[in-house]
């Protein structure tokens, strides 16, 4: 069987989607102790069932693509005069 070491950020649908080709997939990756709204830990190996969509896979490793969704950016909405449109976030009075 087949392993994969995951990476930083993944998510159990980033390694469904790479190594099975479906996020249809997560399930067959979920062991009795996973849970699905946590994403696994960093170098976790997981013993992965068969590939479902092929094409998909050959697809992200002809490309070298690695999902990875996990990571949250933070975005900051700019403030001030400047930014502030009338009628919308910027009342007169």
């Known amino acids: 069987m087949k392993t994969v070491i995951v990476k930083e950020d993944q998510s159990w649908f ?3 989607v790479q190594e099975l080709g479906t996020v249809e997939g997560v399930f067959g ?3 009795s102790a996973d849970r699905l709204d946590e994403n696994p830990a960093p170098s976790t190996i997981i013993k992965l ?3 479902i969509v ?3 896979v050959d697809y992200y490793g002809r490309r070298s693509i690695i999902p990875a ?3 949250i950016e933070e975005v900051t909405i700019a403030e001030g005069i400047g930014y502030w449109v ?3 976030n910027f009342e007169i009075s």
């Open 14 to 16: 980033d390694v469904a």
């Open 29 to 31: 990756l979920l062991g």
């Open 49 to 51: 069932p068969d590939v």
């Open 54 to 56: 092929k094409s998909n």
């Open 69 to 71: 969704t996990g990571h």
């Open 86 to 88: 009338i009628g919308y």
